[in-house]
């Protein structure tokens, strides 16, 4: 059992966020599943999401403008080792540096920067949106039952470009490598939305309900 916190800053409509993880909380008996913006359950959780959609400077200002929030998080998860979740800018921001926009800096904990994706093809429109096959770089227990091929539902401009190889998981081609899934210690990320992502997000989603690093 346990307790998994959404972590809400405004930075999206987490409603189909919050029906995922609840149906595959009570499919795997992870416990309960709770949408908050408060530090105090965050600091109470056993595991951690954080969502985003939109820019990552806005994402990361709006994190930063509800006291303590991120400090709840950091201290959970990067003192206490807590399993985390980023999705989308969720994810982006656990990089070094975003480039949207403005440099803006990130959180740090894996490092590199997210870069405005620049596809070979200018046929390739950027954002990049729509269903992608994930291509597996290193296996994970996030990973289990997920194999190369399988469809991911993604909508962004911008990709993550890690520093360290070993700490991308997965991947999709979209006339350049788009980093997919990243990961290292109790914390992971997807660029993609496992929410919107069908049988393959779910899967996901279940993994890391039952994952104990």
Same mark, same amino acid.
């Given at each position: 059992?346990?307790?998994?916190?959404?972590?809400?800053?405004?930075?999206?409509? !987490?409603?189909?966020?919050?029906?995922?993880?609840?149906?595959?909380? #009570?499919?795997?008996?992870?416990?309960?599943? !709770?949408?908050?913006?408060? %530090?105090?359950?965050?600091?109470?959780?056993?595991?951690?999401?954080?969502?985003?959609?939109?820019?990552? %400077?806005?994402?990361?200002?709006?994190?930063?403008?509800?006291?303590?929030?991120?400090?709840? =998080?950091?201290?959970?998860?990067?003192?206490?080792?807590?399993?985390?979740?980023?999705?989308?800018?969720?994810?982006?921001?656990?990089?070094?540096? &975003?480039?949207?926009?403005?440099?803006?800096?990130?959180?740090?904990? =894996?490092?590199?920067?997210?870069?405005?994706?620049?596809?070979?093809?200018?046929?390739?429109?950027? %954002?990049?949106?729509?269903?992608?096959?994930?291509?597996?770089?290193?296996?994970?227990?996030?990973? #289990?039952?997920?194999?190369? &091929?399988?469809?991911?539902?993604?909508?962004?401009?911008?990709?993550?470009?890690?520093?360290?190889?070993?700490?991308?998981?997965?991947?999709?081609?979209?006339?350049? #490598? =788009?980093?997919?899934?990243?990961?290292?210690?109790?914390?992971?990320?997807?660029?993609?939305?496992?929410?919107?992502?069908?049988?393959?997000?779910?899967?996901?989603?279940?993994?890391? !309900?039952?994952?104990? %690093?």
């Amino acid at each position: 059992m346990g307790l998994t916190v959404l972590v809400d800053y405004d930075s999206g409509n !987490l409603h189909s966020a919050e029906k995922a993880f609840q149906r595959m909380a #009570a499919e795997v008996g992870a416990g309960d599943v !709770l949408v908050s913006d408060r %530090p105090e359950d965050v600091a109470r959780a056993d595991r951690i999401v954080l969502p985003g959609d939109g820019a990552f %400077p806005a994402c990361r200002q709006a994190l930063g403008a509800y006291g303590g929030l991120f400090e709840a =998080i950091e201290e959970a998860v990067t003192t206490r080792a807590r399993p985390f979740l980023g999705i989308c800018v969720g994810m982006q921001m656990m990089a070094s540096w &975003g480039r949207e926009y403005t440099d803006t800096r990130g959180f740090d904990w =894996i490092g590199g920067e997210v870069v405005k994706i620049t596809p070979d093809d200018p046929a390739l429109k950027v %954002p990049h949106m729509g269903w992608n096959d994930l291509v597996i770089d290193h296996p994970h227990a996030v990973l #289990a039952g997920i194999a190369t &091929g399988d469809h991911a539902y993604f909508v962004h401009s911008y990709h993550f470009r890690v520093a360290n190889p070993a700490e991308r998981l997965a991947h999709a081609d979209y006339g350049t #490598a =788009i980093t997919a899934i990243i990961g290292r210690d109790t914390m992971v990320g997807t660029q993609f939305h496992p929410e919107k992502s069908q049988a393959t997000g779910l899967r996901l989603i279940g993994n890391f !309900l039952r994952w104990t %690093p």
